[in-house]
């Protein structure tokens, strides 16, 4: 049986001029992610993309899993290929429906026409086929406000299309359409949600995970780019920097106040941050900070961070209440690896009465006291870089 896939455009389809560019990152962003399975045909019209798998064998459920996480898509759906003659799409509707049927108590339909030239019309089509499923559905009722199943006809240019039901696809719009940007990932819960609502925005993700052996362990780095490939299921394929830290840290221990670390600490990770950036046309930072929810983030210890930032920095998760972020983190899939036990370095020389209300000042003066450049050169250098992608 011949079966396509519709992707239906979100906020894309609004772009005006630009359109065509966000549909194009779009098309090149689900060929990607799809790729694997099969060979596919790409058609747009009326804002949507039309799918249609060229190899028999192609696993249309998995398609359809993948192309759900792909942001720019508002729903989407399977549907039959028909011709354009009323009678096979009544008969294909019946038998293509028919387990979704069976197992519903209400339903209605609902008909698209832009083919101009077919014979019967948006209502009549609806009015037909409502009573063509009803005869050969006779438990059947029509809802037309809530119904359990919605029957949908389009009668379109190529062909007609059959389906039940729309899917909510993964909204936002295509990455890559907004440029790219530098998540600083830990290991928590915070930051994969961070990267995972920049990118629904458009922004195509770099990662930068700061490690401290042997303070922090193999696995703690392997836990951070499990996180990283369970993100690209809906960021795509993301470039993981690893930067050695310890020296660093050893340094900033045995130099620095022990009250400033943590956010001596974090400058120093952000000035590292934007060096890796300078190198890659990557212009703005994201972090997974929430105010008020640690000591290095409070309005103070922020602005002391935000200081040494010469590009926006982007905290999606600014205003959001722990148990906000850990829904969207279960949801995207990320949560059941943050909360494995391994350790950061940020939970390495944490000082035990930590400095809430920085001043800047001090917070200079204190880093004045030892040359980092040196350091931060020697840590750029010596960090990993990583594609990580799927399949
Ligand atoms: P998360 O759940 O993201 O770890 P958190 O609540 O534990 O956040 P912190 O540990 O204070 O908060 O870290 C704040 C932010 O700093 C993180 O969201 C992340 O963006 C960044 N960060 C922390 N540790 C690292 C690290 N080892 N490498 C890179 N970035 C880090
Ligand atoms: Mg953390």
Redesign the pocket.
């Known amino acids: 049986m011949k079966e396509i896939i519709l992707l239906k455009e979100g906020e894309i389809a609004l772009k005006g001029l630009n359109r065509g560019t966000f549909e194009d990152i779009l098309v090149k962003n689900v060929r990607h992610r799809i790729g694997s399975l099969g060979k596919f045909e790409f058609k747009r019209a009326q804002s949507t993309i039309y799918v249609r798998p060229l190899d028999e064998e192609i696993d249309l459920d998995e398609v359809c899993q993948r192309v759900g996480k792909v942001f720019g898509i508002s729903a989407y759906a399977r549907a039959a290929v028909v011709s354009k003659d009323f009678a096979l799409i009544r008969d294909k509707a019946i038998k293509y429906l028919a387990e979704d049927l069976s197992a519903a108590a209400t339903f209605k339909v609902e008909a698209k026409r832009s083919d101009k030239h077919f014979p019967m019309k948006s209502p009549e089509i609806t009015r037909e086929l409502g009573g063509a499923l009803l005869e050969a559905f006779p438990h059947l009722k029509v809802d037309v406000h809530n119904p359990d199943v919605t029957v949908l006809v389009e009668i379109r240019e190529v062909a007609a299309y059959v389906y039940a039901n729309k899917f909510p696809g993964a909204g936002g719009i295509p990455v890559g359409s907004s440029g790219k940007a530098m998540l600083?990932?830990?290991?928590?819960?915070?930051?994969p949600v961070?990267g995972y609502m920049m990118a629904k925005r458009g922004l195509q993700l770099h990662a930068?995970?700061?490690?401290s052996p042997p303070y922090t362990s193999d696995r703690a780095r392997q836990k951070v780019e499990t996180l990283c490939e369970e993100m690209a299921h809906y960021c795509g394929d993301i470039t993981f920097h690893c930067v050695p830290f310890t020296e660093i840290q050893e340094a900033l221990k045995e130099h620095c106040p022990e009250e400033l670390f943590t956010i001596l600490m974090?400058r120093l990770?952000m000035k590292i941050a934007q060096r890796l950036c300078a190198q890659q046309d990557i212009h703005a930072l994201i972090?997974?900070?929430?105010v008020g929810?640690?000591a290095?983030?409070t309005l103070g210890a922020i602005a002391c961070t935000d200081a040494v930032c010469e590009m926006p920095v982007f905290r999606p998760v600014i205003g959001m209440d722990k148990n906000e972020i850990i829904e969207i983190a279960r949801r995207i899939g990320t949560f059941e690896t943050?909360i494995l036990p391994y350790e950061?370095?940020?939970t390495v020389f944490t000082p035990r009465h930590p400095r809430t209300r920085p001043k800047l000042e001090f917070v200079e003066q204190a880093e004045a006291g030892f040359d980092f450049e040196p350091l931060i050169q020697k840590a750029v250098e010596n960090t990993e870089l990583k594609v990580i992608k799927l399949n």
Request: one cysteine or more; charged letters at 15%; a negative charge.
């Open positions: 600083l990932v830990s290991g928590g819960i915070d930051s961070a930068v995970h700061f490690v974090r990770m972090t997974g900070e929430s929810q640690v290095s983030q943050s950061d370095c940020c």
